[in-house]
Structures are given as structure tokens and as C-alpha cells.
């Protein structure tokens, strides 16, 4: 008997959810929260084997609530139940520590293969939800070298040809606050302290001349 | 013989021929010249006091010695060859010689006559010898003036002109000008008669000639015919007996330059008769002439501009006497022109008299210049305020060589001034009195002048300070922007300033108007206005955040109500309807209600994903439940699945989270731009960054697109849109573009605690 918890903010979908599952004789729904923050503390005092996990909530939303979970009781498994299909949110609760994501007018069938391959070990992607997700996974991985824009490049260069400000916002025909803006994000964006490190950097990257 | 032999006694005879060779004696003992007698051998027999003198020696010594005894080989020579000449031919010789005798060179002119006994036979020589160094060194003196001076020198034998010129007047020609003017011929013919002696180096380089003797031959062909009245001048005051003549004219040289000349022609003393010995000089004057009409031209366009002038110009001598006036000046003091020399100071009002001659006498070398105001009155007796600025000139030698002044009417400037003044005390009024801040500031950004503004920033004292030392170093760079902004255009400028409390860091917001006060076409001061539009600013700032708050409440509103209402209800429709379908309490459908259960569910689940596109539009879900780096990354990553263009994104420390109002504004405002360049750049490339500096978070967009005037664009919805987003937060919005170079898009937002979370 797999026990399960259903999480959801609103009371429809906890009672729909409760409803669908009430017929099948391996799983048992244990309790329902109304958000994370409710979902994690009765984790903390119920035997539970698969949390049935909402998103977006009020208190505590899903992906905190997950990682909560899978933190303090690894055992417990997360199925992410949600309305939402966005690869966004698929990424940031699998990050979190969710084994499987569903979306909520998915068939009784689905939700219930999805409960027990979750339990299972498994994970357990809706078909919506993996052709969503292929694609988008590499994303947002951040890159080693920052990206230098054309303007910047530009700068950077004119800055390593020792040009003031007021001479690079003349030669670029653009305003000295821009140029100043420009500096201060290069600044930032290459990890160096200041003017003399931008040329370093320059030099380093060839953007002029040794 | 007719005379009358008287016997002489012998007695007689010998006491007269003692007597008489006493005097002879004494004669040649008291002569200045050397007289002296010697023999064959060369030996002196006899010579005189001054002879001896010329060997600086006493008689006795040179007695029975010889030249070469008394002067040595060398120095007696030439003596001796002229000695052994007379014996051998017994004739006299003369000749000059110059010597040595131990008291300094000198020149002797000497003759010597053969001394014979009652056969006739030749047994020595009397001679004679003068000192003539004087003479010889006054002709050398000559020669070194005549070779040397910077004058041309013509030595000129006119004795032929001269017989010739007699021969005219023989033949009754009195009127020798016209006779020659009549005919030009004998001009050549006399000017062929001149015969040239000699000439000086100075005449060559006159002449561009370098040979002396062929200079001479062809003196006559070194005159062009131009120069035939010169002689003609000449030739007639020869004939009217004249000694000396003086012209002026011009001739072309041999190298065809034309040369201004004087002539002066001098008869030499001794020649008066027979003009046998001529001295002319020629002293090119070209230059001196060049000058003089140089000079001319130089004083006549000085005396024309001078009494062109509006001014009254005078020229007062060192005594203080006016010498020259302008037009302007004869009218104002109606001077006659008998009144020739007033003194200057004289003409002005007896109670104006004594500053003018004060101030004339201040003027000196080291400062020749004074302008000073005086009180006159015209001819209609009306008081008028005049000007004066007077110079000194001085010569090199310091000597005040007189004055130049000059006179303006100063009157209607004296008036404005006057009703300047009273303006000025209005102005000065309105100027305390003001609840603006008022400010006077030059190019610099020196502070002039600065009203009693009661709220003055940093309540320091601004005046004769610098806009560096009243403001933080930012708020000046920007106020001095503003400034030569009206320096550089002159025009009036009007805009919201934000200054910093130099105590307490305290942001005022000003209302600030600039404008420029020109001298002549030059900005020399601006002044600037300011007013406190702190409440005015607070409460447009509500007003603004007000409505986008309002506007981000009402689409949150909505989309919440879409989500939570309508997609959850739908959601659990469908759940029901899945319940119905499979029945847990067995209840079995017919198939056809199967079948329309089954197209409700489609249906419904078509209107789920509608309400779901739709919420999303309105407030993505992501930005509120992750934020703005995961909601900015998929958006950029939509819009590089379905737009053309590429978007590059770049996130800088931007894990954190920000106020929900700030994350919705930067969303929207990169939204915005980003569908800026979209929709109307043009662009292939559009960069977005995100970059977070701990006290602010800046983000640029840049594309490569065709860009637009900024000036034209700002009133544009979507910018203003993103204008006044920023504005809430307190951030500024930059936007540099032009046609055809892109357009970079700055918003800077200050970050404070309240924005952080």
C-alpha cells in the first residue's frame, strides 16, 4: 500500500485528486495539505511514501517544499502534480528533488502508473511533460567566458588604446554615461577590479593589439 | 751791366764775406728742411741743425760719415743710388722717398745738385731735403675716403667741356639750356668730353661693374638716355661758372634697375680755371625715396581713417597744444582755423580743466595709456559725458615726443547705466525676496552671486565658491554638464535636477531653469533658477507607482482569478469527468454518454490550456514563483524559438531575489525593449544583460538594428512606459541611438534594502 499525501492550495483539486484515487487498492491517500509548508510538516509526523506536489502555492511553493522534503526525509518520494507545463518549472522541481511530474487533467491511468513507478524508484514523466522538457534541459548552464557585446568589445578595446570616457563616447557617437555603464558592467561581468584589469583582459583576449 | 763798380777796400771785402756767409749760415742752420753737402765718397761735409735732426742726432756725430754708416744698408739704398746717379750724370735729381730714421717713418721730398770746383769737375752734392709725411698722409686720407666711402666718387676732367662751353658763349649763345635742349646732340657730344679719372669700389656696385679700366673707357655708355637732363643740369651750371651743383634724379643702371640719385658736383680747389679736377658724388637715394613715399602713403591713410572716425582725434605736441584734430573733433569744439595751437586741456569746462591736465601728466612710459570721463557741453549747452583715452609716444631715447587722443561720447551709456542701476535694485529685490534658490554662475562654475535662499543644500555659503565646492562630485559633474550645455548653445534651459545633501546625503529634487546672459554674442554668465519640487515629485511618484501598481494588480488580478478560478475549476471538472467515466460506484454509462464525456473532457481541456495561455501573458508564473533571472531566461529563450533574430542573455549575480514590484518592472521593461527591437529595429542580434553591482542593477539591451532618434522616439508609449517603470524605482533610462548604428538602452536601478528580499 503506497501512502500518499496530496498538496494542493485549492480544495477542488485536493477533493478531485482524493476522489480519483479512493478506488485503487494500492494506494492510499493519508492526508492532503494546503501548501508546502503544511505538506512538509506533516512529513515531519505522518508515514508517507509519495507526496502529490502543486507548484505554485501560497506559503511555501512546490520546489521549496520538495527540496524541504528530500532533504529532511530522502525516502519520501515527490510527484509534482501541477497545472503548470512550463519546462521552467518541470526543471526547477526536478532539481529539487521531485521523481516525477504530472500534469493535473492527465488520466486517472496516468496519475496512478505515475504513483507507482515513483514509489517504485522510478521516474515518471508525463508525455506532455518530456517532449517539454527535451530541448530546454541545457539551458541556462552557465557558460564559461562571459559574452562581450559588439558595443563592449568596442569599448574594451578603446579603453586598452588608454582613450578617456568622453573620447570612446565621442568615437562611438553614444553618451559618456553609456560608456561609463559599459565600463562598470565589463568591470563586473570579466571579475576584475578595475580599468587596468579590463586591459589585461583585452590584451589577454587579443580585442588589441600586444 | 750799367751799375757803377764801387771799389771795395779789401778789408771791406773780407769783413762782407765774412758777414755774408754768416748770413748764409745762419739761414741754413735756421731752415726746417735738412741742407747739407757732401762728397763723392757720400761723406757729409756739412749739414744743418734739422738735419741732423732727422737722423735724431747732434751735427758732430754725422759729420765725415755716410748713409750707410748712419742708416745701415738697407734704409740707404735708395739714397745712395740716387747719389751715384747725380755723379755720374752731374745733373740734379728730385725724387721722394720714404724713411727711417729712427724717429718714425716718414716721407722727404728731396733734390740734390752737383757741387763743382773752378775746373767744373763734379766733387760732391748740396742737397736739400723736406719732411712731407703730412702732406703724403693727408693725399693718402684722400684716396682711403674716396675708395671707401659708401657714396659713388667720380674724379672728372671737365677742361674740354669747360673750352667748349666757352666757345658756345664766344659764339653769342647766351641761353645755353635751350640751346642744348634745342640740340640733344651736343649733350652727347660734351658728355663725350668728360673725361674720368677715376671712380670708387662704391660706383662699381652702383653700376654692376666689376673692371675699373674698362668702367672708365666706356664711362660715357654707362648712362641710359634717361639720364641726359642730369646732364644737362650740369653742363648749364658750368656755363653760368659755377664751382659746385646739386640735383636730384634717376637713371637705369647697366642691370636695368631704375635708381634714384643726388648728384653733387664739386670743382676741387686749384682747377676753378680750367676745370681740370672734378669731384662728383652719387648717392643712391632709391631706398631713401622708397621710404619717404612709403611714409606718405602710411600718413595719408592714417589722415584719411583718421577723420573718417565717429571719435575725436587729436594729435597734442609735448607742450599739451593740439597740432592735429579730425573732423570730428573741429565740429564738437567748433574750432576755426586760426585757433591753431590750444592747449588741449583748455577746452574743456574750467571744473573738468585741472582733471584733464591731471591725468595728461600721469601718462608715462611704463604707462602711456589712461582713459579717464569728463564733463563737456555741446553747442546747444547740454551736458554730455565724454570719453577720453590718451597715449603717450615716446622716442627711443625716452623723449616724449607728444600725444594721440581720442574722444567719445559716452552720454547715452552713462544714462543706461544709470537706469541699469535702478533696474539692478528691482532685480536685486526680487532677487532676496525670492523662495527660489537664484544663482549667478560663470563658465568656470564660479558662483557670482546667490540669493538669500533659506534652504540652502548643506547650508554652506555658496557665493564666490565653486559648483565643485557646494556639491557632491557627481551632482556637479552633472550640473556643470548642464551649464555648458547653455554656455556653448545660449539657449534657456529647463529640467529637473536631483542634489544630494552635502551633510546628511539627502535627495532634493529641483525644478531647475537656466538662462543665459550674453555680452555681445558671448554666454559670460547663466543664471539659474531653482525650486524644491520635493512634493511635487513625491506625490507624482505615488500618483505613477499608484497606477502601475494598479495596472500590475489588476493583470495579477486577473490572471490569478483565470488561474485559480476558471483553470482549477476546469481542472477539476475534468477530474470529476474522469471519475464519472471509470465510476467508482460502478455506474455504468451507455456508450453514447461515454462518447460525449469524452469530447466534454477534450473540450475542457482545450479551455484549460486557453485560461493557461492566457494568465501567463498577463503575469508569467515563473518570474513570482522564481524570479527574475529564471523568468528573463525564459523569455529570452521563447522568443529565440519563435522570432528570427538571435538574443544573447548574460546574468550577472543575479540568483537573488528583488521586491515583486522590482521584478515585475525590470521584467516588463526588458520585455518592452526587447520587443522594441523585435517589432521595430530591424535588428539580427539583440544583447540583453542583467547585471547586478550590489548598489544597483543595471540592465542593457543593444541590437544591431537600424536604430532612431531618441529626441523624436522619447514621447513613444512603450518608452515612456519604461520611463516612468524606472522612475518608480528611482533609476534612470539612457537610450543611445541614431539612424543606422543600433540602439543601446540603459536602465540603472538604485538598490536599496527595501529591494531586496
Known amino acids: 500500500m503506497i501512502r500518499v499525501l496530496i498538496t494542493d492550495d485549492h480544495e477542488m483539486i485536493r477533493n478531485g485528486l482524493s476522489s480519483l484515487l479512493r478506488g485503487e487498492t494500492s494506494i492510499l491517500v493519508v492526508d492532503m495539505a494546503r501548501n508546502g509548508k503544511e505538506a512538509l510538516d506533516i512529513c515531519g509526523t505522518r508515514q508517507i511514501d509519495v507526496v502529490l506536489m502543486d507548484i505554485m502555492m501560497p506559503e511555501m511553493n512546490g520546489v521549496d517544499a520538495t527540496r524541504a522534503i528530500r532533504e529532511k526525509h530522502p525516502d519520501i518520494k515527490v510527484l509534482a502534480v501541477t497545472i503548470n507545463d512550463e519546462p521552467r518549472f518541470i526543471k526547477e522541481v526536478l532539481q529539487a528533488g521531485a521523481s516525477g511530474y504530472i500534469l493535473k487533467h492527465s488520466t486517472k491511468e496516468e496519475i496512478v ?11 515518471h514523466f508525463s508525455s506532455e511533460v518530456l517532449s517539454k522538457i527535451s530541448g530546454q534541459f541545457a539551458m541556462g548552464d552557465k557558460e564559461d567566458t562571459p559574452m562581450l557585446t559588439k558595443k563592449e568589445t568596442a569599448v574594451l578595446r578603446l579603453i586598452a588604446q588608454e582613450f578617456t570616457n568622453q573620447e570612446i ?34 590584451l589577454k583576449m587579443g580585442v588589441v593589439a600586444n | 751791366m750799367s751799375e757803377k763798380t764801387i771799389p771795395i777796400r779789401p778789408e771791406e771785402q773780407i769783413r762782407l764775406l765774412k758777414r755774408e756767409n754768416e748770413l748764409l749760415n745762419s739761414i741754413i742752420q735756421g731752415a726746417s728742411d735738412s741742407v747739407y753737402a757732401k762728397d763723392v765718397e757720400g761723406r757729409y761735409i756739412t749739414i744743418n741743425q734739422a738735419g741732423a735732426s732727422y737722423f735724431g742726432k747732434g751735427v758732430g756725430e754725422i759729420i765725415g760719415k755716410t748713409d750707410v754708416e748712419l742708416l745701415g744698408e738697407d734704409s740707404a739704398r735708395k739714397i745712395v743710388e740716387h747719389d751715384a746717379k747725380l755723379f755720374e750724370s752731374g745733373q740734379p735729381v728730385s725724387y721722394e722717398n720714404r724713411g727711417n730714421f729712427g724717429i718714425g717713418s716718414s716721407y722727404f721730398s728731396t733734390t740734390k745738385s752737383p757741387l763743382r770746383d773752378s775746373d767744373g769737375k763734379v766733387i760732391g752734392l ?123 634724379g634717376s637713371f637705369i643702371n647697366l642691370n636695368g634697375d631704375t635708381i634714384d640719385v643726388q648728384f653733387n658736383l664739386n670743382v676741387l680747389p686749384g682747377h676753378e680755371e680750367d676745370l681740370s679736377l672734378i669731384l662728383v658724388s652719387i648717392v643712391d637715394i ?80 611704463r604707462e602711456p595709456n589712461r582713459v579717464w570721463e569728463l564733463r563737456n557741453y555741446d553747442e546747444q549747452g547740454n551736458l554730455v559725458w565724454q570719453e577720453w583715452s590718451a597715449t603717450a609716444f615716446y622716442g627711443k631715447s625716452g623723449i616724449l615726443l607728444g600725444y594721440q587722443a581720442v574722444g567719445k561720447d559716452v552720454t547715452s551709456r552713462k544714462m543706461a547705466q544709470d537706469a541699469l542701476g535702478a533696474s539692478e535694485a528691482r532685480w536685486r529685490s ?27 543644500p548643506g547650508n554652506i555659503k555658496w557665493a564666490g565658491k565653486t559648483i565643485d565646492e557646494v556639491m557632491s562630485p557627481a551632482n556637479a559633474t552633472s550640473a556643470m554638464e548642464l551649464l555648458n550645455t547653455v554656455f556653448s548653445t545660449g539657449k534657456p534651459l529647463k529640467t529637473e535636477f536631483k542634489m544630494a545633501r552635502m551633510d546628511n546625503g539627502l535627495v532634493d529634487n529641483y525644478g531647475v531653469a537656466l538662462s543665459p546672459i550674453f555680452h555681445g554674442t558671448r554666454v559670460i554668465t ?68 461515454q462518447e460525449s464525456v469524452k469530447t466534454l473532457e477534450e473540450n475542457i481541456g482545450i479551455a484549460i490550456t486557453e485560461v493557461k495561455n492566457i494568465s501567463r501573458n498577463l503575469m508569467p508564473d515563473v518570474l513570482w514563483q522564481f524570479g527574475l533571472k529564471p523568468a528573463i531566461e525564459d523569455l529570452v529563450y ?60 543595471v540592465l542593457m539591451v543593444e541590437d544591431d ?52 528580499r
Open chain 1, 113 to 123: 502508473r505515475a504513483i507507482l513507478d515513483v514509489s517504485e524508484n522510478k521516474q
Open chain 1, 169 to 202: 563616447a565621442d568615437k562611438l557617437d553614444c553618451g559618456i554615461r553609456t560608456v561609463d555603464t559599459h565600463k562598470r558592467n565589463l568591470i563586473k561581468k570579466l571579475e576584475v577590479k578595475n580599468v587596468v584589469g579590463l586591459v589585461k583582459y583585452a
Open chain 2, 126 to 248: 748740396i742737397g736739400i731735403s723736406r719732411d712731407v709725411t703730412d702732406a703724403r698722409l693727408s693725399e693718402e686720407k684722400y684716396r682711403f675716403i674716396f675708395d671707401n666711402a659708401p657714396f659713388s666718387f667720380w674724379e672728372e676732367d671737365f677742361s674740354r667741356v669747360k673750352l667748349f662751353l666757352d666757345g658756345l658763349k664766344a659764339a653769342g649763345i647766351t641761353e645755353v639750356r635751350k640751346h642744348l635742349q634745342n640740340n640733344p646732340e651736343l649733350i652727347e657730344k660734351c658728355i663725350d668730353m668728360i673725361s674720368v679719372k677715376n671712380v670708387n669700389r662704391t660706383t662699381f656696385g652702383m653700376y654692376g661693374v666689376v673692371d675699373k679700366p674698362s668702367f672708365i673707357k666706356k664711362m660715357n655708355r654707362n648712362f641710359t638716355p634717361e639720364s641726359e637732363s642730369i646732364f644737362l643740369d650740369e653742363f648749364v651750371a658750368i656755363a653760368e661758372g659755377k664751382t659746385h651743383f646739386q640735383t636730384e
Open chain 2, 286 to 365: 632709391t631706398d631713401t625715396n622708397q621710404l619717404t613715399d612709403e611714409l606718405n602713403v602710411i600718413k595719408g591713410r592714417y589722415q584719411s581713417i583718421v577723420e573718417a572716425q565717429s571719435e575725436m582725434i587729436c594729435r597734442i605736441n609735448p607742450k599739451g597744444k593740439v597740432i592735429f584734430r579730425n573732423v570730428a573733433f573741429t565740429r564738437f569744439f567748433r574750432f576755426k582755423d586760426s585757433q591753431t595751437e590750444t592747449r588741449f586741456a583748455s577746452l574743456f569746462p574750467p571744473t573738468e580743466l585741472e582733471k584733464c591736465e591731471q591725468e595728461m601728466m600721469k601718462l608715462s612710459a
Open chain 2, 430 to 456: 526680487v532677487f532676496e525676496h525670492a523662495d527660489d534658490l537664484i544663482m549667478t554662475v560663470n563658465s568656470e562654475g564660479y558662483i557670482l552671486s546667490v540669493n538669500d535662499y533659506a534652504d540652502l
Open chain 2, 526 to 593: 547663466v543664471i539659474c533658477i531653482a525650486r524644491n519640487i520635493n512634493e511635487a515629485k513625491a506625490f507624482e511618484k505615488h500618483h505613477r507607482e499608484a497606477l502601475i501598481e494598479g495596472q500590475e494588480s489588476e493583470r495579477m488580478r486577473v490572471s490569478q482569478e483565470l488561474h485559480d478560478g476558471l483553470g482549477q475549476l476546469f481542472t477539476a471538472i475534468k477530474l470529476n469527468l474522469q471519475h464519472l467515466k471509470t465510476g467508482v460506484d460502478g455506474g455504468g454509462l451507455s456508450s453514447e454518454a
Open chain 2, 638 to 697: 521563447k522568443w529565440n524559438t519563435t522570432v528570427e533574430l538571435e538574443i544573447s542573455l548574460e546574468l550577472v549575480d543575479m540568483n537573488a531575489r528583488f521586491s515583486p514590484e522590482l521584478e515585475k518592472a525590470l521584467f516588463r521593461i526588458c520585455q518592452e525593449l526587447v520587443n522594441n527591437s523585435i517589432c521595430h529595429g530591424q535588428a539580427n542580434r539583440v544583447y540583453v544583460q542583467l547585471i547586478n553591482h550590489g548598489n544597483s542593477i
Open chain 2, 705 to 756: 538594428g537600424i536604430g532612431f532618434d531618441p529626441k523624436e522616439a522619447s514621447t513613444g508609449f512603450g518608452l515612456r512606459n519604461i520611463w516612468s517603470r524606472a522612475e518608480v524605482f528611482e533609476g534612470r533610462v539612457e537610450i543611445d541611438s541614431g539612424p543606422n548604428r543600433g540602439t543601446v538602452t540603459t536602465v540603472e536601478v538604485p538598490l536599496n534594502n527595501s529591494l531586496t
